[in-house]
C-alpha cells in the first residue's frame, strides 16, 4: 500500500485511544475555563490544522453557545500588534508544533495570563512546551506530505474539549463511536471510490461545497486533492457559492458536494439541483441514502452522528485524493515544492 493510503487507514486507531490519553487534562481545561470566567475561544492555525479549527468553531458554536475567533497570526509577528485576548481561550494548533507565527500568539497570550492550550502531534515542540495545557494527538510519525490522521486527530480532541465544556453527553456519546464508523467506511470505501473516479483520470479543476459543520471538511478536501494531484480546486461554502463564486461553473464542470442529514440537508439538495441545470456534474459525499440513491455519482458513509458524521466525510475525501493519484498515476508522497513541515513566521 502507498504510505498516503497507510497513515489514511490508522485513523480509526488513533481516534479509539485519543479518550485515555487526554481526558483528564482537558477535564483540567474545563475546569480552568469556568473557574476563570471565560467566554471565547481564539483559535491560532494555519493550513490542515485550521480547517481543524473552523470545525471546532461551529461545534462550539452548536453545541456550547461559546462564539470562537479564527486568528490572524500576522497581525502580531508581521505588524507588531499588542492582543487583547481578555477572557479568552487561546489555543494554538499545529501537527508539528513548530508553526512560529501560530507560537507566538502562545506566547503573547501567556503574557497576559490567558489560558493556553497546543494541540500537536510532538509533545517536545516549542507550542507544546509555550502552552500552559498540551493536547497531543497521538498519531504516531505521520510521514506523507498530506496530513490525514493529524487532521482528524485534531478535530476529536477539539471536538472533546468541546464537550467538555458543554456537558453534551449526546457529543461525547458520538466521539465513541467514531472510531467504528470510520473502520467500518474503509472496509468498503477504497475500492468503491477508485471504480467510481477513474473518469476523472485528465481533471484538471474542480469544485467541492459543504455548509456548516461540512465546510471545514470541503476546504480541507480542496487542500487534499490540489497538494496530491496538482489539480486546481477550490472549497467553499454552499451559502457563500451563490454570491459570486457559481459563475465559474459551466457545463460539464466537476462539484463534489458534502452533505449531511440534518439541519444543512435542504440548502445541499437546492445547491444540486442548480448545479444540475447548470450542467454540472456533482458527487455527493453523504450519509443520506436517498440523496445518494437520486444522484449519478457518490459515495455513501455510514450514518454517523450529526456533530461526528464529518469525521466520515475527511476521510472520503482524503481517499478521493488518494484514489486519484492511483488513476492519474502520481506518487503523492513527492512534491518539488511543498514539505511535510511549513514554518510560517
Known sequence: MSLLLDEICEQPAVLKKLFSSNDVKIKAIAEEYVKRGLDGVYFAARGTSDHACVYAQYLMGITAGIPCALGTPSVITKYGAKMKFGTD???????????????????????????????????????????????????????????????????????????????????????????????ALLKYAPPALEAKLVRYRYLTNAF???????????????????????????????????????????????????????????????????????????????????????????????EGGVYTVPFLFAVCVQLFAYELTVIRDIDPNKSKVLKKITITK
Open 89 to 183: 481561550l487561546v489555543i494554538g494548533v499545529s501537527q508539528s508544533g513548530k508553526a512560529e507565527d501560530v507560537l507566538e500568539v502562545l506566547k503573547q497570550a501567556n503574557e497576559q495570563g490567558c489560558l493556553t492550550v497546543a494541540v500537536t502531534n510532538d509533545e517536545s515542540s516549542p507550542m507544546a512546551r509555550e502552552a500552559k495545557y498540551h493536547l497531543y494527538c497521538s498519531a504516531g510519525k505521520e510521514e506523507s506530505i498530506a496530513a490525514t490522521k493529524t487532521f482528524t486527530a485534531q478535530m476529536f480532541l477539539l471536538a472533546m474539549l468541546c464537550a467538555e465544556l458543554s456537558g453534551s453527553e449526546e457529543l461525547k456519546r458520538q466521539l465513541g463511536t467514531v472510531g467504528d464508523d470510520t473502520a
Open 208 to 302: 467541492i461545497l459543504g455548509r456548516g459543520l461540512e465546510y471545514p471538511i470541503a476546504l480541507e478536501g480542496a487542500l487534499k486533492i490540489l497538494e496530491t494531484n496538482c489539480i486546481k480546486m477550490k472549497g467553499a461554502a454552499i451559502s457563500d457559492f451563490y454570491h459570486g463564486p457559481i459563475a465559474q461553473i459551466a457545463e460539464g464542470d466537476l462539484v463534489i458536494v458534502i452533505s449531511s442529514k440534518g439541519a444543512t440537508s435542504d440548502d445541499d439538495r437546492a445547491m444540486i439541483d442548480r448545479l444540475h441545470e447548470i450542467g454540472a456534474e456533482v458527487f455527493v459525499i453523504t450519509n443520506d441514502d436517498e440523496l445518494y440513491k437520486s444522484e449519478k455519482f457518490g459515495i455513501l458513509t455510514p
